[in-house]
DNA sequence: GCTACATCCTCTAGCGACTAGAGGATCAAG
DNA sequence: CTTGATCCTCTAGTCGCTAGAGGATGTAGC
């Protein structure tokens, strides 16, 4: 697998070409080679590269983050303490949220319920999330992953 | 607790102060009264408020979406038919939340376990990201989580 | 060869959800 | 009565994309 357009590099790796223009363009992929039209071509290594990319950011990594990770992968000498511990912040966060979530969605269920005996009755939709001041999540300041959702 | 500053709202909420002014302009909380000297004054139910947007936007909900929950919560004679329909919805989004952060955290884990006392050349965090095609994260379609952090 | 039309190129501008800073008014403490 | 924190409005910047303009090039069918 080699000298594949942008837009074979973007099927085989799931990231959209704009997309792989603008990693190029803040640098987390090399810019490739062009063909005398200039085209960029792409081989099996930057799919790779441009999969674990996307890969990390659905796990909610930063472009930062990613970049440390790659420049461990590209000097394997070193300890992966630092990937460690990004890994391992990430899964303290993934942890709280699901907490939250499945209080809310317990909340949900129950509005869902109520609605389906006639009454919305006393939403208690933010008591079920603003009530949790003392939860340790939050010591540590600023959220980590924020929403931008597919659609937005 | 009444009469708050805005700064005195932010400490007790944990949103920052031009966040707060931010959700003004944006008409996700409502303009609150002012003092003579044109200073904004809060309330108990304005923090609760503030705290529960604040989860919800750490939960990775979108703004419309706060939006629908709030609105639920403030108008809860409304017709059941559509209080149902909110609910369900978010309820609906909320499951497929917790499905994917379960599935990353399964993945989180690995990447922390096969990390742990290894070097780079060994750490599966790359592979782990690289090699995604069968992951069933992928599954479900889009991304559930994406980072757009709070600078982003 | 010629015509469609897809894909590529660069560039700029826009999005959501903030965040930072300028420039000025006002308040609370010493 | 000064000092410094806090408040006001406003504009512009941030991140990580995404969309669109305007134009060049590649590819398939006739």
Redesign the pocket.
């Known amino acids: 697998m080699a000298n594949l357009?942008?837009?074979?590099a973007?099927k085989a790796s799931g990231v959209?070409?704009?997309?792989i223009?603008?990693?190029e363009s803040?640098e987390l992929l090399p810019s490739p080679p062009?063909?005398?039209?200039?085209?960029?071509t792409y081989d099996a290594g930057d799919v790779r590269r441009l999969a674990f990319?996307r890969h990390a950011?659905e796990l909610g990594f930063?472009?930062?983050a990613i970049r440390t990770l790659l420049k461990l992968q590209d000097e394997p000498e070193q300890p992966c303490a630092a990937a460690d511990a990004i890994a391992r912040d990430r899964l303290a966060e993934v942890e709280h949220r699901i907490a939250s979530l499945q209080a809310l969605r317990a909340e949900l269920i129950r509005m869902v319920e109520g609605c389906s005996h006639g009454h919305v009755g006393a939403c208690r939709v933010i008591e079920i999330l603003a009530d949790h001041g003392e939860c340790a999540y939050h010591q540590g300041g600023?959220p980590a992953v924020?929403?931008?959702r597919?659609g937005?």
Chains 1, 2 share one sequence.
Do not use: H, M, W
């Open positions: 357009s942008i837009g074979a973007a959209k070409v704009p997309t223009r603008y990693y803040i062009r063909t005398g039209s200039n085209r960029r990319i950011r930063e472009v930062e600023e924020l929403a931008g597919p937005g």
